[in-house]
């Protein structure tokens, strides 16, 4: 089985990426199930319910998201409606929305995926490494495939992630950072990961951001409004092969493609 994971989509760039090649992409690599990050989605901050109809028209079968989920006060209205638009799972109980979800594949087959968020130079959530044994063990009953989006800053932390659920689930996978990194492997108890899968949207930028607004912010120290770029767009991802038998990932490969225009 393959799954495809895609790295941070931000602003119209990323979404219109995915518009345009995503479907290709799904077929051309026999894709079962594709999960997406979407907290930049919307403007490179937050995400608004036009923007998930959009992105689960796109074929995209599951949304996971971090830090940024909120920056829409609308999300609060409408994440409950959405089973597979997760937020991470270590914020505190009570919080709206969900951590985990069981997804069906296109294909019918049933694959658990857990959203979790660090806590280095990000806010001081719950533990994401006791959560994330907390939630694997809500899903382990009802499937053995079982993917996870550690939305972190550090890379020492989502290695971290990795080593600790090595062999207890098919794949960790980091989000976050926007660059990404090339130490994609499978683990020595069969999980795939990858520190940072990459970002979807414009390259002709600083993270997805137009170069000239950062450069002025780091120059100057003074806050100023962020607007996503557009030049020079990009597709990046993971393709995760798994062993539907007993869940471990037997391949990794990222993915980066340019548009053209």
């Given at each position: 089985?393959?799954?495809l ?10 979404r219109?990426?995915?518009n345009?090649?995503?479907s ?6 026999e894709?079962?199930?594709v ?5 930049n ?7 608004t319910r ?6 689960y028209k ?7 998201s971090?830090n ?7 999300v ?5 409606d ?17 951590g ?9 087959n ?5 959203n979790?968020?660090?806590?280095i130079f990000?806010q001081?959530?719950?533990c ?5 044994e907390?939630?694997?063990e809500?899903?382990r009953?009802?499937?053995s495939?079982?993917?996870?989006d550690?939305h972190a800053?550090a890379t020492s932390?989502k ?7 090595d ?5 960790v996978?980091?989000?976050h ?10 683990l020595?108890?069969?999980t795939?990961?990858i520190t940072?899968a990459g970002m ?6 600083v ?6 607004i ?7 120290g003074?806050?100023n409004?962020?607007d ?5 767009r990009?597709?990046?991802g993971v393709?995760?092969?798994i062993?539907?038998?007993c ?5 990794i ?9």
């Open positions: 089985m393959k799954i994971f895609i790295g941070d989509i931000v602003g119209k760039p990323g219109k990426a995915v345009q090649i995503l290709d992409i799904v077929c051309r690599h894709i079962e199930l999960i997406a990050n979407c907290e989605a919307a403007g490179g901050f937050g995400v036009d923007i998930i109809e959009e992105l796109n074929n995209i079968n599951v949304l996971t971090g940024h989920i909120w920056d829409k006060k609308e609060g209205e409408f994440i409950q959405y089973e597979t638009l997760l937020r991470p799972a270590n914020y505190p109980e009570g919080v709206p929305g969900r985990s979800v069981l997804a069906r594949s296109f294909l019918g049933t694959i658990g995926v857990i979790l968020m660090g806590r990000m001081p959530l719950d994401p490494f006791r959560v994330a907390r939630e694997i809500k899903l009953g009802k499937t495939i079982i993917i996870v550690i800053e932390e290695q971290a992630v990795g080593w600790f659920l062999g207890r689930v098919s794949a996978l980091g989000t950072t926007h660059v990404q990194t090339a130490d994609e492997k499978i020595p108890c069969g795939a990961y940072d979807t949207g414009s390259f002709d930028s993270i997805g951001i137009k170069k000239d950062i450069l002025k912010r780091f120059l100057t003074i806050p409004k962020f996503v770029a557009t030049r020079d990009r597709l990046q393709i995760i092969d062993d539907e038998s869940g471990k990932s037997v391949g490969e990222r993915l980066s493609v340019q548009l053209e225009g």
